[in-house]
């Protein structure tokens, strides 16, 4: 199944609640992950750029949607962004593929 990279940042009113209110939100994640129908792999927080990320696998990338359309709808979170993560052996798949269509392509400068 498809692997996802998904980064965010906390608001600063969650920023507060985590500080009046400690909890897991490894736990959370993994509970809307899950109602959604996915799987939670692994969560980390983290420092720069974003605050949190979640590495989840899904059947389709349409089924991650819902749950991170949830996560923001809840305003605990902004800045959200989902990759898509491919394996080692999948993307030596899709080299050995892009070696065997290569000649049907044509570039234009030539």
Not at 7 to 34: H, L, Q, V
Not at 65 to 89: F, M
Request: glycine share 10%.
């Amino acid at each position: 199944m498809p692997l996802f990279v998904t980064t965010g940042c906390y608001t600063a009113t969650s920023a507060k609640g985590m500080i009046n209110n400690p909890s897991d939100r490894e736990k959370a994640a993994r509970g809307i992950m899950e109602a959604a129908g996915g799987k939670l792999h692994s969560f980390y927080l983290t420092t720069g750029e974003t605050d949190w990320m979640a590495i989840t696998e899904f059947d389709d990338g349409a089924d991650l949607i819902p749950a991170l359309l949830v996560v923001s709808a809840s305003g605990a979170v902004s800045n959200v962004k989902t990759v898509r993560a491919y394996t080692g052996a999948e993307f030596k798949a899709a080299q050995e593929k892009a070696g065997k269509i290569a000649s049907s392509y044509k570039p234009p400068a030539k």
